[in-house]
């Protein structure tokens, strides 16, 4: 069955606020008599009464979906999942501690719809967060904007909406939830928008993450920026340090070598070239050389025969 809007909520130990979530969803929707949709929450190995709640709901509400992992994979686990089974035409995600406003989904489905974005991301430019996340989070931004050459003031809101065959053609695992949009650009979606959005206190618990998040997540976009651009063609990095590194060594090697017979030929004191440091150095880039090339070859080998597959262990599901 197919929906105006597919609804996806990774959701790990938020018992206290999937109910207020969804009937705020609801009433949202409601209001919009036009837009079908679909619900689909995805418990990321809770333990807490998350899953008890989120069954409780399938069964009670045809619209409501729910998928439940043996364990904690992560936030890109549960998206990912997500994205496989969602049927909308517009799928958008948020997160499950209210923080994000239903308020905003039929104007997200409106920007991708009639304004034919592919990601519309969400902008929380005023934030209820303390100084100690804030400060952090907008060097991150900043620094994943130059990097990615994305115009998103907010890579890490929770809240966007992406069109169906964006999902369908990307994957999302590891920690890299954060740069989806970078993600689909490098696979060819390159429309992508924002809409500054309402950021909520969080209402029930407390928050999942801590100031590692910007350490991980700078690895995770360096990761994904040479993953997106060398994944194909490992050859092109590895090959082309290589073969620089090793054109170094042998012109050095040439030098050492061709000074040493102009030095015997001219009845010159001439040093010995093991008693050189310049030799060592020659020799190490020489070596480093063949071992750059020969991770390309690898690396070719690796991405011609071995198809990325990720599998998580769903251990129920509901509403299906």
């Not at 206290?16 to 079908?36: A, F």
């Not at 194909?232 to 017979?261: A, C, D």
């Amino acid at each position: 069955m197919s929906y105006s809007i597919s609804v996806v909520i990774p959701v790990f130990n938020e018992d206290e606020s999937l109910r207020e979530l969804h009937d705020w969803i609801q009433r949202v929707m409601k209001e919009h008599p036009s837009l079908t949709y679909e619900v689909i929450m995805i418990d990321d190995g809770s333990t807490d009464e998350s899953w008890e709640v989120i069954s409780e709901l399938a069964s009670q509400h045809r619209a409501v979906k729910g998928i439940k992992f043996s364990r904690n994979y992560g936030k890109s686990a549960a998206l990912h999942t997500g994205f496989n089974v969602a049927q909308g035409d517009v799928v958008i995600t948020m997160d499950a501690d209210m923080q994000d406003s239903p308020d905003e989904i039929p104007a997200l489905y409106d920007k991708v719809i009639n304004e034919n974005y592919d990601i519309v991301s969400g902008w929380k430019k005023k934030r209820h967060d303390p100084v100690s996340k804030t400060i952090p989070s907008k060097f991150f931004n900043l620094v994943t904007r130059k990097i990615s050459g994305i115009k998103l003031h907010d890579f890490n809101c929770g809240l966007k909406a992406y069109r169906k065959k964006v999902v369908k053609n990307i994957e999302v695992y590891g920690e890299m939830h954060r740069y989806i949009p970078v993600i689909a650009k490098w696979s060819g979606f390159r429309k992508i928008g924002e809409k500054e959005v309402v950021h909520r206190a969080r209402k029930y618990g407390e928050t999942k993450y801590g100031l590692e998040r910007f350490l991980y997540g700078f690895l995770d976009l360096l990761s994904i920026t040479f993953v997106s651009k060398f994944k194909k063609s490992p050859m092109h990095f590895f090959g082309t340090l290589g073969t620089l590194s090793f054109i170094f060594g042998f012109f050095v090697t040439i030098y050492i070598i061709g000074k040493k017979f102009y030095e015997i030929s001219n009845n010159m004191i001439a040093r010995e070239i093991t008693d050189q440091p310049l030799f060592f150095l020659a020799l190490v880039a020489l070596i480093v050389g063949v071992q750059l090339f020969l991770a390309g070859f690898i690396g070719e080998m690796i991405t011609m025969n071995s198809p990325r597959k990720t599998e998580y262990i769903i251990e129920e599901e509901k509403g299906f």
